[in-house]
């Protein structure tokens, strides 16, 4: 039996993460167990001097080592590579995750083995086993969520996680993968796994969720899909399932597809708080960025959540393409009109995957080429808030943006009264990670999608 360890980097973007359980490499684990494999982990998350872990474990004879990564954990992922090969070159080291699947390109300079573009499900099995000099595996998707074996949580140490929804004690669950929007700005758009919808049946979301109940004692949930009410018909019948359980949790919805219906449901449902991308106050930038909203529309999202009682959450982006001072400055109206109960607001980042990465020359949006490997892309290091910009429309620089975002988010947490330092919210019992839109234009599986669910075909998920 061929041993494996995998292994998730810490992510030191984040002010903490140990909040958000790393589910996408615990599901590699539990299908390469299903598949006969030997596996451990090595979570690194929360860990600032890791180096003696990875190499202690290194010198310990595995088959292969797999390594996950976002674009933002990129360079850990490099570090923690060149740790086991400085140990013995010999050793297999396999990098999957995000970042290799929409930017495998960004990956072939360095010295992992292979390097997994697709569902970890698949691919982690064709990579262990593959001995050919052929660096990068093309991964086919797994099409039936519902077969994958729930995240092996047994391999990490779940009590060293903190997430609070409301005061209680939480943990993340997936019910669906995938979106079918285009946001301009979004990894993924142009890949099935990160495009096409692939739900699990309601009845195998319930069975999770009533073990995690019977095991761990949870009874609130983050359920961290891209947006959870993209099949209406679907997201009904879930909250009632939540509803006969008393069961609460915290979810990512879209505007356009939220309505009164959808709402009264999700309150019944347990639901504490809503998130969603507003991104921007302007609908001139909405327009441009695809993302199928408008001012209006995200209003009434907040309208409606105050309404049944839920909590309103806003992310918003400065620095998309095209934008100008004017732009900026709707967004800082749209944030004091609607009021949502909490926001933040970040800079446009670009990463390998999104439309204006890809197709960098559609938009107005100027950034140099990032070293994702050298760079932290990201705004904050641990609870220390760095805010840098990469880019710069026509109208902006980089230095007048982040002057931007700091004034912007400055007078609107004192006009809301915010009592919570930025990145805070009673998410956690500690400072809780910033969590950024998913991004996400109607589509043709969008539209499959609402002629599916009209139909009289619809059944469970």
């Known amino acids: 039996m061929k041993k494996i360890v995998l292994i998730t980097p810490p992510s030191p973007y984040l002010l903490s993460d140990k909040a958000i359980v790393p589910l996408g490499i615990l599901y590699v684990a539990s299908m390469l167990q299903q598949q006969g494999y030997e596996v451990e982990?090595?979570?690194?998350?929360?860990?600032?001097?890791?180096?003696?872990?990875?190499?202690?474990?290194?010198?310990?004879?595995?088959?292969?080592?797999?390594?996950?990564?976002?674009?933002?954990?990129?360079?850990?992922?490099?570090?923690?590579?060149?740790?086991?090969?400085?140990?013995?070159?010999?050793?297999?080291?396999?990098?999957?995750?995000?970042?290799?699947?929409?930017?495998?390109?960004?990956?072939?300079?360095y010295n992992f083995d292979k390097i997994v573009q697709g569902d970890g499900w698949t691919g982690a099995k064709i990579a262990i086993e593959d001995e050919s000099n052929q660096k990068l595996i093309f991964a086919p998707m797994f099409e039936n969520f519902d077969d994958a074996p729930w995240p092996a949580r047994d391999l990490i140490d779940m009590d060293s996680y903190e997430y609070y929804i409301g005061g209680i004690r939480s943990t993340n669950v997936m019910t669906q993968l995938g979106c079918p929007y285009g946001c301009v700005f979004c990894c993924g758009r142009d890949i099935q796994e990160y495009r096409k919808m692939r739900l699990r049946s309601v009845s195998n979301v319930m069975q999770e969720l009533d073990m995690l109940h019977d095991k761990y004692g949870f009874e609130s949930f983050m359920v961290y899909d891209d947006?959870?009410?993209?099949?209406?018909?679907?997201?009904?019948?879930?909250?009632?399932?939540?509803?006969?359980?008393?069961?609460r949790f915290r979810a990512y919805i879209k505007t356009n597809l939220f309505d009164d219906e959808s709402a009264k449901a999700m309150a019944e449902g347990g639901a504490y708080e809503l998130s969603t991308g507003v991104e921007s106050g302007s609908?001139?930038?909405?327009?441009?960025?695809?993302?199928?909203?408008?001012?209006?529309?995200?209003?009434?999202?907040?309208?409606?959540?105050?309404?049944?009682?839920?909590?309103?959450?806003?992310?918003?982006?400065?620095?998309?393409?095209?934008?100008?001072?004017?732009?900026?400055?709707?967004?800082?109206?749209?944030?004091?009109?609607?009021?949502?109960?909490?926001?933040?607001?970040?800079?446009?980042?670009?990463?390998?995957?999104?439309?204006?990465?890809?197709?960098?020359?559609?938009?107005?949006?100027?950034?140099?080429?990032?070293?994702?490997?050298?760079?932290?892309?990201?705004?904050?290091?641990?609870?220390?808030?760095?805010?840098?910009?990469?880019?710069r429309t026509s109208s902006l620089s980089a230095e007048e943006l982040v002057k931007l975002r700091d004034e912007v988010e400055k007078e609107c947490r004192e006009k809301l009264g915010y009592v919570f330092p930025p990145g805070e919210g009673g998410h956690g019992s500690h400072s809780s990670p910033y969590e950024y839109s998913m991004g996400q234009g109607l589509t043709d599986e969008l539209l499959k999608i609402q002629k599916f669910q009209q139909s009289d075909s619809y059944k469970d998920g």
């Open 41 to 109: 982990v090595l979570d690194l998350t929360g860990k600032k001097d890791y180096e003696k872990d990875v190499m202690n474990v290194a010198t310990k004879g595995y088959d292969a080592f797999g390594i996950t990564a976002t674009s933002p954990d990129f360079g850990q992922a490099v570090q923690i590579l060149d740790l086991i090969k400085q140990v013995s070159p010999k050793n297999k080291v396999i990098l999957g995750g995000p970042h290799a699947t929409v930017g495998p390109q960004t990956c072939m300079p």
């Open 227 to 247: 947006e959870i009410n993209i099949m209406k018909k679907r997201t009904l019948e879930l909250m009632e399932e939540f509803k006969n359980r008393k069961y």
């Open 283 to 391: 609908d001139k930038v909405l327009q441009t960025i695809q993302k199928a909203t408008t001012y209006e529309i995200n209003k009434k999202f907040v309208e409606l959540c105050h309404k049944y009682g839920i909590k309103a959450k806003a992310f918003c982006i400065v620095g998309l393409p095209g934008e100008t001072y004017e732009d900026v400055m709707l967004t800082k109206k749209w944030i004091l009109d609607a009021k949502p109960d909490y926001f933040t607001i970040s800079i446009n980042t670009p990463y390998p995957g999104a439309p204006e990465y890809d197709h960098r020359e559609k938009y107005d949006l100027e950034f140099g080429e990032i070293d994702y490997a050298k760079e932290q892309v990201s705004h904050s290091t641990y609870g220390k808030k760095e805010w840098k910009s990469y880019v």
